[in-house]
């Protein structure tokens, strides 16, 4: 089944992303984005295919993504500091509060976007 995730941004126009559907319970969703092109987290690249698994909970405080790389192996996990986060029946939706934690596979952790947050 697929899910619609809206990630709303205070200084940056809203994302959307087609996930598939991994689990679900009453108020929380485990969804699978695949990467159809290369991008970038922290200074590692992550080609095409590479997978996230998203945690979203009803009322959440943060979204957790767990990255792997394409051939398979832990990239890490980012944790988005939100507020407004709902899960519905077709989709996820959250507003994304530009703070983010980044656990790189060795256990250390590095703070994201610190300048956009202090430019709003």
């Given at each position: 089944m697929r899910i619609l995730e809206?990630?709303?941004?205070?200084?940056?126009?809203v994302e959307r992303y087609c996930?598939?559907?991994?689990?679900?319970g009453e108020d929380f969703a485990?969804?699978?984005?695949?990467?159809?092109?290369?991008?970038?987290?922290?200074?590692?690249?992550?080609?095409?295919?590479?997978i996230t698994l998203g945690h979203y909970r009803d009322g959440g405080?943060?979204?957790l993504w767990r990255m792997h790389g394409s051939d398979g192996r832990l990239a890490g996990?980012?944790?988005?500091?939100c507020r407004?986060?709902?899960?519905?029946?077709?989709?996820?939706?959250y507003l994304d509060l530009m703070l983010d934690l980044w656990?790189?596979?060795?256990?250390?952790?590095?703070?994201?976007d610190r300048d956009e947050a202090q430019a709003c």
């Open positions: 809206v990630k709303r941004h205070v200084n940056k126009p996930c598939d559907l991994v689990a679900r485990l969804l699978q984005y695949v990467s159809d092109r290369p991008w970038q987290v922290d200074g590692i690249r992550l080609e095409a295919g590479s405080g943060w979204v996990h980012l944790f988005h500091v407004d986060q709902r899960v519905e029946a077709d989709r996820v939706e656990y790189r596979p060795d256990g250390d952790v590095v703070v994201l």
